[in-house]
């Protein structure tokens, strides 16, 4: 089945840092990927989205392009701030057949002032 | 315009009673969902309905029921909980298609769920 291997944490960086958190994917054929952020307390939001190969998501300084010869989907960020601070989820759908999403572990990113 | 709503907000039960969560979306969606999210597990769906009048078993059903009441609302019942139950309930909502565009999930703010 459809999995997601999303780097594991906590992530602590200090400020105006460069964030990367690794995420790779196994699915049949080309799934659409995500990248969904959870703040303390809330629930999940989508942060940005990738639908087909080469695809570059963006959204609020983060990117993350869609590598199909190495099935990856890593998120990047090149100066974070202390508002960053939540987990990332990294998550894979399949085009085939139902909707149902596959979700990473999740992610837990600290910035430090 | 609220999006996707959850009741309650917190819950604690003894093993054995029974409880129902609400959710409800008011975006027009035809598709919803009802995830557990667990300690260093990610988010796993338990229950899924791709339209008014249909579930579907998602990763981990076993425990749960669900009822999609309408267009808008689907809830999710414990019948006799169990400590293992104890977890974060996230409902979601998406349009239904088989267009790539059509994919984004939007979650609630979910309930968090104690059981003794």
């Known amino acids: 089945g459809d999995s997601v291997t999303q780097m594991e944490g906590p992530v602590t960086l200090s400020e105006e840092a460069f964030l990367t958190i690794n995420c790779t994917y196994t699915a049949t054929g080309y799934p659409s990927l995500f990248w969904y952020v959870q703040y303390p307390g809330e629930g999940l939001q989508l942060l940005l989205k990738a639908t087909k190969a080469d695809d570059k998501g963006s959204n609020k300084g983060f990117e993350a392009t869609y590598r199909k010869e190495t099935t990856s989907f890593h998120l990047e960020k090149g100066s974070v701030q202390v508002s960053d601070s939540a987990v990332y989820f990294c998550?894979?759908?399949?085009?085939?057949?139902?909707?149902?999403?596959?979700f990473g572990t999740g992610t837990r990113l600290t910035i430090i002032p | 315009n609220a999006g996707v709503t959850q009741t309650p907000k917190f819950q604690v039960l003894k093993t054995g009673q029974s409880m129902t969560l609400q959710c409800a979306q008011d975006m027009n969606h035809n598709s919803m969902y009802w995830y557990r999210q667990d300690p260093g597990m990610g988010l796993r769906l338990i229950y899924y309905s791709a339209s008014e009048g249909t579930t579907d078993k998602g990763e981990v059903p076993n425990g749960y029921n669900v009822s999609r009441l309408n267009k808008r609302e689907f809830s999710l019942r414990l019948e006799s909980a169990a400590p293992s139950q104890t977890s974060v309930y996230f409902c979601?909502?998406?349009?239904?298609?088989?267009?790539?565009?059509?994919?984004?999930?939007?979650f609630g703010p979910g309930t968090r769920l104690l059981v003794l």
């Open positions: 998550a894979s759908r399949s085009n085939f057949g139902n909707e149902k999403l596959t």
């Open positions: 979601a909502s998406s349009r239904q298609g088989r267009g790539r565009g059509w994919q984004t999930q939007y």
